[in-house]
């Protein structure tokens, strides 16, 4: 049986930040000197990135974030944020997908979901339930906890459920 992506999108927070202010957000952040900053200049230097995005605005608003206490911010304020932009980033994504694959929300049977920057409870898999007016029933998955290595296991995720069902959308 053949599995087909029918549609797909990507969506980006609005901030962003150049290389060098990510590089500097983490010389702030893990007080990065000697040979550690040498070998994560290089690292940016050579990734071809040239921007990041990020919920926190441009490199200067994160820098603000994250200077703001004498200790980097907690697990829960980082959290909080997650929890504030991922669903309508999610949502964003989501529709853009939908459109593509010209696929209405109400043939959906399957949701997998997939995130290496945060967490939560209930999490993003049920907001998109809501947001995208997906029924009621249907089956979800989400995988974390895996660094950005998790969207090639929602992908096998998505592939198995899609296999082991004929109707799976």
Do not use: W
């Not at 702030?28 to 990734?47: P, Q, Y």
């Not at 959290?79 to 593509?100: F, G, I, K, T, W």
């Amino acid at each position: 049986m053949r599995v087909v992506i029918s549609g797909i999108a990507a969506v980006t927070p609005p901030g962003e930040a150049t290389q060098e202010q990510a590089l500097d957000l983490l010389v702030c952040t893990a007080g990065l000197s000697g040979e550690k900053l040498r070998l994560a200049r290089a690292i940016f230097e050579r990734s071809g990135i040239e921007r990041r995005a990020s919920v926190l605005g441009d490199g200067a608003a994160a820098q603000a974030f994250y200077a703001s206490n004498a200790a980097p911010p907690g697990t829960a304020a980082r959290m909080a944020l997650y929890a504030l932009h991922a669903p309508p980033l999610a949502q964003r994504a989501c529709e853009a997908a939908l459109h593509a694959g010209a696929s209405p929300a109400s043939a959906i049977t399957h949701l997998v979901t997939a995130s290496c920057t945060g967490f939560g409870s209930p999490g993003v898999d049920i907001d998109l339930v809501e947001r995208l007016g997906l029924r009621p029933d249907v089956r979800r998955v989400h995988v974390g906890f895996m660094g950005c290595h998790a969207a090639l296991n929602a992908l096998s995720v998505a592939s198995a459920r899609s296999r082991s069902r004929r109707s799976a959308r």
